[in-house]
């Protein structure tokens, strides 16, 4: 069986550390796992309840497609003014409203946290939401590893071997509560 781990980025940088930590996880995964990109960020509708109906707007649509399609979901996001983005907490909003069997419930997840000075805001606020949506925490895949701009290469992949391993460790450990690979 393949194990499906959908990264989200909560960074819209061409140049983002957030990005490279996850593009760098996709590329280290396992052969049993599948690791994709969600790179629809900037293309979401400002959240507004009254949209969150059927037909969904098709971003959102396509958002919560590749939400159902994963196994385990892997988040890493920058710190603006002490709290999450804006772009990124509209994406946490769309995701409260879905319902559905394969829906951010229950579903776990665990984040990178990439910031030399901690983004403490941010993820103390990403734990918030993530567990009002009832999604399962892997505390043992949430890490905290400060990657500089100098330590990604040209090709937007993390260079640094310790940084690297730790990537690789921490998807996984979000892919055994999902049954996935332990290897």
């Known amino acids: 069986m393949t194990w499906q781990v959908l990264l989200i980025s909560g960074s819209l940088r061409a140049v983002s550390t957030n990005t490279a ?19 629809g960020l900037a293309r979401l509708p400002h959240f507004n309840p009254d949209d969150d109906t059927d037909p969904l707007p098709p971003e959102v649509a396509d958002l919560r497609a590749a939400i159902h399609g994963a196994s385990a979901l892997m988040f890493s996001t920058p710190e603006y003014a002490g709290a999450l983005p804006g772009s990124f907490k509209n994406l946490l909003d769309w995701t409260i409203g879905d319902d559905q069997p394969g829906s951010i419930y229950d579903k776990p997840v665990a984040w990178v946290n990439t910031s030399p000075r901690g983004a403490r805001g941010a993820y103390d606020e990403l734990r918030t939401v993530l567990e009002y949506a009832h999604a399962f925490i892997v505390e043992e895949a949430c890490i905290q590893i400060p990657i500089s701009t100098a330590m990604v290469g040209a090709d937007g992949l993390v260079l640094d071997r310790t940084v690297r391993d730790r990537l690789a460790q921490a998807v996984r450990a979000l892919v055994r509560p999902a049954g996935g690979p332990v290897a």
């Open 21 to 39: 930590a996850l593009r760098t996880a996709e590329q280290l995964a396992s052969r049993d796992v599948v690791v994709s990109l969600y790179d």
